[in-house]
């Protein structure tokens, strides 16, 4: 593999598990240098250890914890906003604790980390921000009015970002995956097997004919996405929502 991030440095938020795992091997594999970050300290050592990286803990929603560990890692070249929750009701069991949290760690905490990030990249002239949202971003689906909005917030930031930073060398863009074989996933699954009598079989079905292709993404096909816009020739590549999802929403 081609080393496009020799001496850079990337730092993924949610890089324990799952996307943002896979993110951080790419990344790692084209020569970053990680700083994988999350809330549980086993799986982010785990994954740092495997791509050689810093395992640092992040947990967004404590604010003055997380501005401390944002002035202390350093020169950030590459950041992966990944680290998020999906949670559904319907609107009458939305409580406000439910759409706080999920604003908080979906929308608001993303915004706050490139806000401390995003100047040292400007100084240089060059960087890239991906920002890991959802075909949820860009449609709409039944029992996620919190989940589509903070989706969708993180979209409108991103492409508001991209007329500022358009003549800095630094480009920011979202990805807009579908059903990922994900953790996540997994707890999808569970809820949707208690709460219709189905099998697990059958409750994972249901999210993969979601897709045209019939199937779930997996977690190395959004990882070969944000790679790519790492690429020296992605550089045109500003204020995109890219989705990958097999088709399931057409934009």
């Given at each position: 593999?081609?080393?496009?991030?020799?001496?850079?440095?990337?730092?993924?938020?949610?890089?324990?598990?799952?996307?943002?795992?896979?993110?951080?091997?790419?990344?790692?594999?084209?020569?970053?240098?990680?700083?994988?970050?999350?809330?549980?300290?086993?799986?982010?050592?785990?994954?740092?250890?495997?791509?050689?990286?810093?395992?640092?803990?992040?947990?967004?929603?404590?604010?003055?914890?997380?501005?401390r560990t944002l002035a202390e890692v350093g020169r950030v070249d590459v950041l992966v906003n990944n680290a998020g929750v999906a949670e559904s009701a319907a609107i009458d069991r939305t409580t406000d604790a439910m759409w706080d949290r999920v604003m908080e760690l979906d929308a608001t905490a993303p915004f706050r980390v490139i806000r401390?990030?995003?100047?040292?990249?400007?100084?240089?002239?060059?960087?890239r921000i991906i920002n890991v949202a959802s075909n949820a971003g860009v449609s709409g689906y039944g029992y996620t009015s919190a989940y589509c909005a903070a989706k969708h917030a993180m979209v409108g930031m991103t492409r508001a970002l991209a007329i500022d930073l358009a003549r800095t060398g630094v480009t920011i863009n979202a990805l807009c995956p579908g059903w990922v074989e994900t953790q996540l996933a997994d707890e999808a699954v569970a809820r949707i097997a208690q709460k219709t009598g189905r099998s697990a079989d059958e409750a994972r079905a249901t999210l993969a004919n979601?897709?045209?292709?019939?199937?779930?993404?997996?977690?190395?096909?959004?990882?070969?996405?944000?790679?790519?816009?790492?690429?020296?020739?992605?550089?045109?590549?500003?204020?995109?929502?890219?989705?990958?999802?097999?088709?399931?929403v057409l934009k």
């Open positions: 593999m081609t080393k496009i991030l020799e001496g850079k440095s990337a730092l993924v938020t949610g890089g324990g598990r799952g996307i943002g795992a896979a993110i951080a091997r790419a990344l790692a594999g084209a020569g970053a240098r990680v700083i994988v970050c999350g809330r549980t300290q086993a799986e982010i050592d785990a994954v740092a250890q495997d791509v050689g990286g810093v395992a640092t803990r992040l947990d967004l929603l404590d604010r003055a914890a997380t501005d401390a990030l995003l100047p040292a990249m400007v100084m240089a002239g060059w960087g979601m897709s045209p292709q019939r199937r779930m993404i997996v977690p190395d096909e959004v990882a070969h996405a944000a790679l790519m816009l790492c690429a020296h020739d992605a550089r045109g590549i500003h204020g995109q929502t890219i989705v990958i999802d097999g088709g399931a």
